[in-house]
Nanobody, 128 residues
Framework: QVQLVESGGGLVQAGGSLRLSCAAS????????MAWFRQAPGKEREFVAT??????????YIADSVKGRFTLSRDNANTAMYLQMASLKPEDTAIYYC???????????????????WGQGTQVTVSS
């Protein structure tokens, strides 16, 4: 059974930084797509960033709204993924979710409906 656990959220002032972590278990990390989504109150779940590993090839997709401010990375053991968030804005306030899925292609990679497993989420609040 795949389990995803996010951590690292919190309250930060605008312009600040946070690093979110997603720990995965029960999952062959290196062969799958891992993604971050976020959901603000009253809004739909929104794509943030995703990374797809296929052997030695890594492909990263970043939403335009966070490009240049957010970066993805993973640990060498392929058991955790990180979202480094910088220059945070109040509009970045949301619950951030880690997700993965059972297939490794890039089909609809930004569509949350195409993900099979989700973490419980971690709250990020950016004050102005």
């Amino acid at each position: 059974q795949v389990q995803l656990v996010e951590s690292g959220g919190g309250l930060v002032q605008a312009g600040g930084s946070l690093r979110l972590s997603c720990a995965a278990s029960g999952h062959t990390f290196s062969r799958y797509v891992m993604a971050w989504f976020r959901q603000a109150p009253g809004k739909e779940r929104e794509f943030v960033a995703t990374v797809r590993w296929s052997g030695s090839v890594t492909a990263t997709y970043i939403a335009d709204s966070v490009k240049g401010r957010f970066t993805l990375s993973r640990d060498n053991a392929n058991t955790a993924m990180y979202l480094q968030m910088a220059s945070l804005k109040p509009e970045d306030t949301a619950i951030y979710y880690c997700a993965t899925r059972n297939f490794s292609t890039d089909y609809e990679i930004m569509n949350p409906a195409q993900y099979d497993y989700w973490g419980q989420g971690t709250q990020v609040t950016v004050s102005s």
